[in-house]
């Protein structure tokens, strides 16, 4: 069940930072994937844009024996840090618990020196303003001061997880901008962004001619008269 | 029970704009309306001011069967913002659903091409930066990357509907600003806002008291002998 | 059970001010305290910090008799912000209602000009951006146009309160930056910062080695030989 | 959009009552519709069957002006309870507000005698053992003392709502049990109750193996030795 | 701002225990109190009746250094329950927090010694099928395991507090049912059980004649003729 | 990091049947342990009483792509119930989602067929008044209609996985009864055990003093006095 965790390659890489993840969610729904989007997770600064294969690590919920046995010193989580690959992004389980972090400036820095693409984690980061000015990009879902140890057992990585309300496998594609964080199989990743930035032109067509002030009925979604018009467009713009 | 839902006159839309919610909202809940607030969301850009009047679109909870009837091509969402009028604010009822959008970048644009004064729903906002960027006051619950077919049906238009905890009829004045948003019933308006404007002038007053260094009490709200010396500093000013 | 609401001192409150909250939070953990946060809550502005002793205000859920008795005019709520002393944070327990205003710019200017360090409530602001333009610390839950009387009675002062899933005590040393807000034990709170900014140091210096690309293992946290060497530097940086 | 409002027949109905919502939620999930139920009521009393065809209320947010409109006297929902016809069951938005009550006694009783075949209200109920009592079908969010007019204004009634999640149309088949309440497209429910009646019977066949000690695998759904071994003793029986 | 705290006499009791706390809400409501139930709590055992005065305990947020200070041996929790009077119901607030207990069966004995009317708590109850049957009337928001150091510093008590959204004073009138928790200022309370059981009358009446297949419309509420025959019939019963 | 996970032996097992969870909780928490409760589940019928060991189940958020590839036919969830052994209790990880079920009649046979001790999900149950008749100690979040593929694809069986806020270890002792259900250690079940029934014999001498009308203080806890009557009682008792 596991999938190629490999870099997705300059050429996807550079389509998938042009479309927006709001293009990428109606290809994947087109698709039959409805629930595609880790929930409750913004980026620390906006205007962040975020490409890459998931790296996935799992916090279970705080139990003291537990933490007392793994907790600390070199646990799941520093090792996953240590072994994340470029072009890779941290996905991490936190069951939504907002009221302690997931992680700081230290593993941030070791993120960004491994060539990590970026975290995503659906619970909190502490150091907020030290990781925000990092450069890294990082969703999370909420700023807080305590460790992790107040809340979670940092447990294992490299599994397939649960996180913001969707799951991810490690190597799914990870996409995230001013909308959220999409999660997108592997396999369909070339395909889906292809689609979805020939949407975004035909889109951007449609949105110009709204400006000018036509109507939607007809122009969004294209009816033929106005396909017709679209493609003869398109075909002048590219001759 | 439908009010007038024409445009509010210059002079009205001037005082509006002039007045903060906080104040209006007071005086509100002075004629017995405390439940005022359009709760739970918020302005896409800081310093979003909105003033105008209601047009309102009704969202239900997604039921494939009844989506496949009517939620695509030219729906009730997309009849609507082909029909709202100059001053209008369209208002969407979304049940405060946050995991899927209620509009995007080309609804927008057409809402701003036909002169409405802004946009106000309690669900998502998908295409969150590019809509941002627009100009339009668009006041939402989150943003999120999926279409609005993940959770609604868009059904109906201009009725009576629910939206943040209160519910707002066509016709009712919309204002927005950095504290939320608030719905006045529109007969109310002329006289909320002047009554709101008068009490700003109080407070702005008081507020340079409190800045010289007086005491709160006996000064907010005004004493007798606080109430003289306002009102001798008012007229002293308007002679 | 109440202790010493005097200022803290210059030099303790400049060691506060140099270190984050998230430094101090775990200080705190390692004496036994790890419900040191007040949560849920933010800054009305990004960068502020936030440091002082607290005074308590109890808001009690809205009952329409109460309110008539004791709601209006110089209620304890205002007594309270006019009786503030310098170096006082007011600290606010609102339950956590985010759809109510705990106070407005009247009041924040009143705090200023008795020169109090700031502001912490886990309930609502009205005039946001007015009372964020002010320029004192001020932290909340959300910001609403309604006044308190909407949701709560202003009941009384100076006790020991709920706020944001703890306890504080007046005196209690409150410090705040972009993490949120955290609570200490005034007699604690010497052993604690200089802890904190000891381990900052430290951390540091290992986040210098981690942007050097070394990998956390036996670095965070310092094995024997790492700490021989952090030893060293910190000598040499020292002699 | 309306559909035929009318009784479902006898035959029908009788189906329906023998049918579980977990077999009836199976089949309409086969067919495309997930979200088929009303999430968060339950029955009064336990053991309760629901079965019947929607008359829908829609009650809208609490706004103080509203209510002194018109929530007073033969308001929207007295007129809908004087309306209902037999077999209709009453269907109420609320919004899943828990803190008042949608209905009480005296208007259950009336349900009652119009012959209605039973209530559901995403909401509360007051009077609630009394209402248990009276003998009809009650599904409800909570119990409640509080009347309506604490949260709601009765609006209007025989409009498609949304309640509990789901979508409801005049006309819709409802059906609950223990499990909770579904909808049923009217033109769907002929086609849902036998094709589930039929999976209720190999279910009791799978079981009936199952208690005998056979593993779920190849049995759980039947493979094809499985289903012949089923077959033939479905025709035996019917022999 | 305190209130008698004495019992409330044989024959206001009595009147109490006959009459619903949905009728007792609504003729608060009229009197301008709407805030007036505690909600989110339920009785242990289907059918209980609680009618008394409140004795105040005030829990506060886990803080380790004051549970360590204050929680255990006689503290503020165990020294009400020793002082605990005949006919009082003891009142906790526990900030509607469900994941810890706030008594168990030995407080619960102790109550019942003292001879008090009931407790309720916003809280949890362990040892839940022992209080249970204890006999003593219980209404608590959850069952749980832990004890009340779990989250919980017991505090102080005989303050006005807040309980499930409302608030209570030492002193207020507490009466349970089926609907839950309502609380009567201790000086309104004769007025408002004596309207109470007036409108239970007329609702009685009402309900009668509902129950032979007369509409709503006129009958509920009573129009000129309806009530009439009502004043007809009671002026013959009393007679 | 797998712990034993063969039955408890009869002895140890009865032991923990005779002892409450509330007893075992406070055991626990002495121990270190305060987050040994799956809380938010109940079980389906009072009075249940549940002992036994964990095999673990985990379902992650539905994704349309990985349920069509593991949902169907022989899932995880059917695997691990075959498989299960006498004395073992199903726990799920369902991430407290209550819209859907988690399993039904048929696995709760296949359960009991196994000779497993009980199930405990903290998700949804469906068919649930058939499934509360076969006996089974069942616990859970809810009851529901809708089949687990409505939000959940069953994933793999006998990892560590989260459940109701806490962790569960394949192996650990799980014990459940009208407070909730709780997760003890192997290794800690024994002396847990033997010192809640040493503490449940001190707290019931305690209660009969109670009832017999001693005040709390110096009693509970016992101070030196009391258990010195306490330690001549027990003496004396089993003489």
Redesign the interface.
Known sequence: ?MTDTGRLGAALEAKLRAT???A???QL?RR??????I?GV?ALL??TVLVGTAKTIRY???????F?Q?G???NAQ??A??AVLPGEVIVIEA?GV??A?TL????S??A??RGAAGIVTDGGV?????VAAIGLPVFAAS?????L??RH?P?DADL???CG???V?PGDVIAG????V??I?RA?AEDVVDAALAQEAE?QW??AR????H????L??LDADWRARFEADTAAAGA
């Open positions: 069940m927006p993840t709001a990428l969610s109606a729904r039959g994937i409805d629930n595609s989007s929930d913004h906006p205007g279970l919920p705080l139990r003291e024996d537990l007392a793994v600390g010193g070199q520093k090792r840090f240590d069951r907002t009221d972090a700081g400036d230290i593993l820095f070791r960004l020196a502490r150091d907020h303003d030290a700023a807080h001061p305590a460790v140890g107040r057992v447990w397939t997880i649960g309300g969707t799951t496998q901008d001013g909308d959220g999409i999660v199989p369909m889109d449609i949105a709204v400006r000018d002030g109507p939607l009925a007809g969004f979604p």
